[in-house]
T-cell receptor, first 113, second 114 residues
Framework: DAKTTQPTSMDCAEGRAANLPCNHS???????VYWYRQIHSQGPQYIIH???NNETNEMASLIITEDRKSSTLILPHATLRDTAVYYC??????????????FGTGTRLQVTL | DTGVSQNPRHKITKRGQNVTFRCDPI?????LYWYRQTLGQGPEFLTYFQNEAQLEKSRLLSDRFSAERPKGSFSTLEIQRTEQGDSAMYLC????????????FGSGTRLTVV
């Protein structure tokens, strides 16, 4: 699976949009981009995933560049409860035995008043 | 269904003792994963089951580690002769076997070896 690069930490004011970037310049055509987050003392939580089209769900939006070498996770109105470590993961879909997630160190998002 | 359940939440053990953790996945999920997470790092893959078959093991899973999923439902992870370096959060996740569904993680078992 392709490696990803994320900033170590980011700050965001409550109520503002949080834009978390991720570089995955070696991504292959059959690899999806997944985002998870981990709130302190909890297990990672799935947020969203996409292949090449932009995606939106009740939690966030995922914007993937046309060349697919980078993506941005957008939390439209960040709240204090969004303070967490956010992981961007690239993974080949439906690969049978090779279906594990490979986590990096993620981006620590701090939402402040 | 309340999600993936892990027990115990915390475990403190003396070096050299054996410990066993349990994971109850979401009932209809046939794939189950174990991860380990140390402070400041992302989770690291340990092993993976599809139903009762253990299909992949990481190099991190030394001979002292063993995992089972006897009936394709709950799973156990045992660590024998624990060492201080085994201190970590042990996470379990499950998912549907087909499609690109997200993984559902439990809250983990925090192991402290003293």
């Amino acid at each position: 699976d392709a490696k990803t690069t994320q900033p170590t930490s980011m700050d965001c004011a409550e109520g503002r949009a949080a834009n978390l970037p991720c570089n995955h310049s070696t991504i292959s055509g059959n690899e999806y981009v997944y985002w998870y987050r981990q709130i302190h003392s909890q297990g990672p939580q799935y947020i969203i995933h996409g292949l090449k089209n932009n995606e939106t769900n009740e939690m966030a939006s995922l914007i993937i560049t046309e060349d697919r070498k980078s993506s941005t996770l957008i939390l439209p109105h960040a709240t204090l409860r969004d303070t967490a470590v956010y992981y961007c993961i690239v993974r080949v879909a439906n690969t049978g035995t090779a279906s594990k997630l490979t986590f990096g160190t993620g981006t620590r998002l701090q939402v402040t008043l | 269904d309340t999600g993936v359940s892990q027990n115990p939440r915390h475990k403190i053990t003396k070096r050299g003792q054996n410990v066993t953790f349990r994971c109850d996945p979401i009932s209809e999920h046939n794939r189950l994963y174990w991860y380990r997470q140390t402070l400041g790092q992302g989770p690291e893959f340990l092993t993976y089951f599809q139903n009762e078959a253990q299909l992949e093991k990481s190099r991190l899973l030394s001979d002292r580690f063993s995992a089972e999923r006897p009936k394709g439902s709950f799973s156990t992870l045992e660590i024998q002769r624990t060492e201080q370096g085994d201190s970590a959060m042990y996470l379990c996740a499950s998912r549907h076997g087909t499609g690109n569904y997200g993984y559902t993680f439990g809250s983990g078992t925090r192991l402290t070896v003293v």
